[in-house]
């Protein structure tokens, strides 16, 4: 990751090493979130509920965690998320990315 890049809109901008650029919402990067609170340790299966994650849910605050991840801190209190680089591009929405383009 080169930079990361919070919009007032909401929206979250990364640039990759190698020149991709990445846009997501700030809803879906919430609802992505792989904490023991969203996601059961042991099976693996969401916990979070969409619904539960207001509509206009923004990042506070980013924090660089090490070389490999940041930390969110979100406007509905939830704090408790690492995103890895690996995770976020693979997450990545771009058709590119998705495969269908």
Known sequence: VV???PFPSGEIAIAWED???SYFSSFALRCACACAACIDEVSGRKTL???A???D???LDLRPVG???FS???SDGHDTGIYSHARLRSL???QECVGDG
Do not use: K, S
């Open 19 to 21: 020149g991709h650029e």
């Open 72 to 74: 969110v801190r979100w």
């Open 3 to 5: 930079r990361v890049v």
């Open 49 to 51: 509920r969409d619904e």
């Open 92 to 94: 990545c929405p771009c």
């Open 67 to 69: 070389r490999y991840a």
């Open 57 to 59: 849910v923004a990042p």
């Open 53 to 55: 994650v207001p509509a």
